[in-house]
């Protein structure tokens, strides 16, 4: 089992993302869900659980839990809600914890760590909005990647090989999903849906790097796809209905 802490995902007070993050905050919600078995990899279907929930783990390799903080190899990051947002390392017995970042000091969540181990991801939070920044694993290197106009949502991920991050970013009324590199260059847009047409919120990497797991939705329906990081290949999962899938996390199944 699983204990979700209440410290992450917490935001400045009326601060509104686009992306999987309540727009309420300053309570955290714990997503969990169950397994969608896709060609020999498995994912989570997440929907919103109360505070301080245990979840069940099931196999590994196919766990995640919003409330959760990201894991290096023998180190994790996390946000905490102390004397200010910031992201901190500790081990994983709990201890030896260390500031890491504060962004620019006005609230920072989601840090996910690169498989490499050796850069962190993470949206920051400005009166205006929200942006991407990046940094190293020590905190060093802080760069912005994204504006804060973009108001870039609160779940990215890194691709296997580390050399891209996928992210959520609310560019003039729409909401798609877009890569880029570590370096701020290189951003790719993988949809490109109008204002006032279908939101996509991409979640997470296939372990082959082949595929991103998006949620749709329409008309106040959601569903689940998959798209080739290219943009090519969309396929639909799940049929749209009512249930609203939230931080999906694709792993293996075995």
Same mark, same amino acid.
């Given at each position: 089992?699983?204990?979700?802490?209440?410290?992450? *995902?917490?935001?400045? +007070?009326?601060?509104?993302?686009?992306?999987?993050?309540?727009?309420?905050?300053?309570?955290? /919600?714990?997503?969990?869900? *169950?397994?969608?078995?896709?060609?020999?990899?498995?994912?989570?279907?997440?929907?919103?659980?109360?505070?301080?929930?245990?979840?069940?783990?099931?196999?590994?390799?196919?766990?995640?839990?919003?409330?959760?903080?990201?894991?290096?190899?023998?180190?994790?990051?996390?946000?905490?809600?102390? *004397?200010?947002?910031?992201?901190?390392?500790?081990?994983?017995?709990?201890?030896?914890?260390?500031?890491?970042?504060?962004?620019?000091?006005?609230?920072?969540?989601? +840090?996910?760590?690169?498989?490499?181990?050796?850069?962190?991801?993470?949206?920051?939070?400005?009166?205006?909005?929200?942006?991407?920044?990046?940094?190293?694993?020590?905190?060093?290197?802080?760069?912005?990647? /994204?504006?804060?106009?973009?108001?870039?949502?609160? /779940?990215?991920?890194?691709?296997?090989?580390?050399?891209?991050?996928?992210?959520?970013?609310?560019?003039?009324?729409?909401?798609?999903?877009?890569?880029?590199?570590?370096?701020?260059?290189?951003?790719?847009?993988?949809? *490109?849906?109008?204002?006032?047409?279908?939101?996509?919120?991409?979640?997470?990497?296939?372990?082959?790097?082949?595929?991103?797991?998006?949620?749709?939705?329409?008309?106040?329906?959601?569903?689940?796809?998959?798209?080739?990081?290219?943009?090519?290949?969309?396929?639909?999962?799940?049929?749209?209905?009512?249930?609203?899938?939230?931080?999906?996390?694709?792993?293996?199944?075995?």
């Amino acid at each position: 089992m699983l204990r979700a802490h209440p410290e992450r *995902h917490i935001l400045p +007070p009326g601060v509104r993302v686009a992306g999987d993050v309540p727009a309420t905050a300053r309570r955290a /919600k714990v997503a969990a869900g *169950h397994r969608q078995p896709l060609g020999g990899t498995g994912f989570l279907l997440a929907y919103d659980r109360p505070l301080d929930a245990d979840i069940a783990v099931g196999r590994a390799g196919v766990l995640h839990a919003q409330a959760e903080p990201a894991s290096g190899a023998d180190r994790c990051s996390q946000a905490f809600n102390g *004397h200010r947002d910031a992201i901190w390392s500790m081990t994983l017995a709990g201890a030896d914890r260390h500031w890491i970042t504060s962004c620019e000091g006005h609230g920072v969540t989601d +840090p996910e760590v690169s498989p490499s181990g050796t850069m962190l991801a993470f949206t920051c939070f400005s009166r205006t909005g929200s942006a991407l920044f990046a940094s190293r694993a020590d905190g060093s290197h802080l760069q912005q990647l /994204k504006p804060f106009s973009d108001q870039v949502g609160s /779940k990215e991920d890194w691709s296997p090989d580390s050399g891209r991050i996928m992210f959520i970013a609310q560019a003039g009324g729409a909401v798609n999903t877009a890569t880029i590199r570590p370096d701020g260059t290189g951003l790719f847009w993988v949809t *490109h849906y109008p204002a006032g047409g279908p939101l996509a919120f991409g979640n997470s990497y296939s372990p082959d790097g082949r595929w991103i797991v998006l949620r749709l939705e329409n008309d106040g329906l959601y569903a689940l796809y998959k798209i080739h990081p290219d943009g090519s290949g969309l396929q639909q999962i799940t049929p749209f209905s009512t249930f609203r899938p939230r931080g999906m996390a694709w792993g293996s199944a075995t």
